[in-house]
C-alpha cells in the first residue's frame, strides 16, 4: 500500500496565525483527501484535491479558510488559515487504493 | 445524505473477552464498507467489505456485511490490551470517493 509522508506531525500555533501540512505520498495518486478530526468526534472530509485543478470542497468548508494546493500527483498541502481555538484538530490526509484507503501519520493541531 | 452509526460509543472489558463491535448505515450507490483502527492519530486499515455474507478474517479480527440490513460487524476475539484504540467504520458510494465515517466505537481492554 502507499506510504504517506505527513509533517508536522503537531504544532501549537497562535490564534489568528497560519499553518501549511504536508503530505508526500510514494506513488502517483489522482485524488488526495483531506480529513479533520475534532477532539472527542470521528472524521469530516474537508476536500478533495485533484491535480491541475481545484479543490471540492465539502459543505461547511471553505477555500478562504482552507486553501489546498496539488502541484503534482504525490504532494498536496493544506493550510488552515486566521486560527481560532475551535480549529484545534488532528488533520489528515489519505489516498484512495484499490483495496482500501491510506491515510497519512496525522497532524495534531492546537491553537492557544 | 450518507450516514454511519456505531454502537456501542464505548466499551471495557477484560483481557481474553471477545468483543462485537456494529456498525449500521444509510448510503445512496453503496460500493464499500471500511473498518479501521485508531490508536493515536492516524487510523490504520482493517477490512473493506463489499459483499454481503462474506467473511473477512484477519488472526483474532473477522467482519462481515450484511447488505439486506445494512449493517457489518467487527468481532475480536481474545482480546489483548493492544486491541485498545477507537474502532471506526465507514461507507464509501459508487462514483464518489470519499468516506462517511462513523462516531467510532472506543474499545479499552483491561489486563
Known amino acids: 500500500s502507499a506510504v504517506i509522508s505527513q509533517k508536522p506531525s503537531r504544532d501549537i500555533c497562535q490564534r489568528g496565525t497560519s499553518l501549511t501540512i504536508q503530505c508526500q505520498v510514494d506513488?502517483?495518486?489522482?485524488?488526495m483527501f483531506w480529513y479533520r478530526q475534532q477532539p472527542g468526534q470521528s472524521l469530516t472530509l474537508i476536500a478533495t484535491?485533484?491535480?491541475?485543478?481545484?479543490?471540492?470542497?465539502e459543505s461547511g468548508f471553505v477555500i478562504d479558510k482552507f486553501p489546498i494546493s496539488r502541484p503534482n500527483l504525490t504532494f498536496s498541502t493544506l493550510t488552515v488559515s486566521n486560527m481560532s481555538p475551535e480549529d484545534s484538530s488532528i488533520y489528515l490526509c489519505?489516498?484512495?487504493?484499490?483495496?482500501?484507503?491510506?491515510f497519512g501519520s496525522g497532524t495534531r493541531l492546537t491553537v492557544v | 445524505e450518507d450516514k454511519v452509526v456505531q454502537s456501542p460509543l464505548s466499551l471495557v472489558v477484560h483481557e481474553g473477552d471477545t468483543v462485537t463491535l456494529n456498525c449500521s448505515y444509510e448510503?445512496?450507490?453503496?460500493?464499500?464498507l471500511l473498518w479501521y483502527k485508531q490508536e493515536k492519530k492516524a487510523p490504520t486499515f482493517l477490512f473493506m467489505l463489499?459483499?454481503?455474507?462474506i467473511e473477512k478474517k484477519s488472526g483474532r479480527l473477522s467482519s462481515i456485511l450484511d447488505k439486506k440490513e445494512l449493517f457489518s460487524i467487527l468481532n475480536i476475539t481474545a482480546t489483548q490490551t493492544g486491541d485498545s484504540a477507537i474502532y471506526l467504520c465507514?461507507?464509501?458510494?459508487?462514483?464518489?470517493?470519499?468516506?462517511?465515517f462513523g462516531t467510532g466505537t472506543r474499545l479499552t481492554i483491561i489486563p
Open positions: 489519505s489516498v484512495g487504493e484499490e483495496y482500501g484507503y491510506t
Open positions: 506513488s502517483q495518486v489522482t485524488m
Open positions: 484535491a485533484n491535480q491541475g485543478s481545484e479543490a471540492t470542497y
Open positions: 448510503v445512496t450507490n453503496f460500493r464499500s
Open positions: 463489499t459483499s454481503s455474507g
Open positions: 465507514a461507507v464509501e458510494r459508487f462514483g464518489n470517493e470519499k468516506l462517511t
